[in-house]
């Protein structure tokens, strides 16, 4: 099955600073990454996800990279707010996805 | 609006009784999924079903039941609540359509076991 190790583990920025979370995956036949991102108490949502055929998307400040020879994509947030501080998680997969053990982000004021 | 919802929110129970979490969802998704939360583990996945009458083990599936019997409902029961099962479990689906594979999670129930 689909193995996504996900890294830092924690992260600490200075507001208005980039941060960038990368992860690995093991299934080359994953087609489909999603990132999560998930407040304290709160359920993972949904931020951002790229499809295989796709290296690259942005949403505002949010994009996400995927190099699919190196297996391994990206989170970057830019200009970075303490709204952001959350643990965001990535995940990888075909038919079963697969979740990361998860980024706590901490943006400082 | 289309929804997911887990009940109960919040429960405290006894080690070696039989617990059920239920997990409800209106977008008439096929595809359910039960996530167990711990720190330092992410997201692991305990069960999962693409459809009625469909149940699959996920990776920590040991002391855990699901079934499906119709559409919107995926129950997790746990068959004899142990400590180590005390965690905050994620019910989720995913479905065809414009969704595509977008997984949408429940609010969470958080179980504690005495």
């Known amino acids: 099955g689909e193995n996504v190790e996900q890294h830092p583990s924690t992260l600490s920025v200075q507001e208005g600073d980039s941060a960038v979370i990368k992860c690995t995956y093991s299934?080359?036949?994953?087609?489909?990454f999603p990132w999560y991102k998930q407040e304290l108490g709160k359920r993972p949502q949904l931020i951002i996800d790229?499809?295989?055929?796709?290296g690259e998307k942005k949403d505002q400040r949010i994009a996400v990279t995927l190099n699919k020879t190196a297996k391994h994509f990206s989170l970057h947030i830019t200009e970075t707010q303490p709204e952001d501080s959350a643990v965001y998680f990535c995940?990888?997969?075909?038919?079963?996805?697969?979740f990361g053990t998860g980024t706590k982000l901490q943006v400082i004021p | 609006d289309a929804e997911i919802t887990q009940s109960p929110r919040h429960k405290i129970t006894e080690t070696g009784r039989q617990v059920t979490l239920a997990c409800h969802q209106t977008?008439?998704?096929?595809?359910m999924f039960w996530y167990r939360q711990d720190l330092g583990h992410g997201l692991r996945l305990i069960h999962y079903?693409?459809?009625?009458?469909?149940?699959n083990k996920g990776e920590v599936s040991d002391g855990y039941s699901v079934s499906r019997s119709n559409t919107e409902d995926l129950p997790l029961t746990l068959e004899s609540a142990a400590s180590s099962q005390t965690s905050v479990y994620f019910c989720?689906?995913?479905?065809?359509?414009?969704?595509?594979?977008?997984?949408?999670f429940g609010e969470g129930s958080w179980l504690t076991v005495v």
């Open positions: 989720a689906s995913r479905g065809p359509g414009r969704s595509g594979n977008t997984i949408y």
């Open positions: 299934d080359s036949a994953s087609n489909y």
């Open positions: 790229i499809r295989s055929n796709v």
């Open positions: 995940a990888g997969g075909y038919q079963k996805v697969t």
């Open positions: 977008w008439n998704h096929n595809n």
């Open positions: 079903s693409y459809g009625v009458q469909d149940t």
